[in-house]
């Protein structure tokens, strides 16, 4: 319809975030909810989530559980040494992720 083809249009087609992961200790308000919740308003049928990571401290692992709950992974992580070599020097814990809305 008409009305599901211009609400396609109002949403991008792109959406990239990096690792914002940070809290100042384990258990302190986090600013997770908020982010997803503007994410979740971004987020259309047809919108790719690019989602780069950096395993350093619990909240990224809890940062991706929750992007986890609300979209679909499209493809398996990618490390950072496959994109870029450069990676491959050191021990880097950087991965990319691929999502979007759950079907």
Not at 7 to 18: F, Q, R, T, V
Not at 61 to 79: G, Q, S, V
């Amino acid at each position: 319809s008409t009305e599901n083809e211009s609400e396609d249009l109002s949403k991008p087609s792109l959406i990239i975030i990096g690792d914002v992961a940070y809290q100042h200790k384990p258990g302190a308000p986090s600013h997770f909810d908020a982010l997803m919740s503007t994410l979740l308003k971004f987020l259309g049928p047809k919108t790719l989530v690019i989602f780069g990571t950096r395993m350093r401290m619990p909240a990224s692992a809890d940062l991706l559980e929750m992007f986890n709950t609300h979209m679909e992974e499209c493809c398996e992580p990618i490390p950072a040494d496959e994109i870029d070599v450069s990676f491959g020097k050191f021990k880097h814990q950087i991965t990319i992720h691929m999502f979007r809305q759950r079907r």
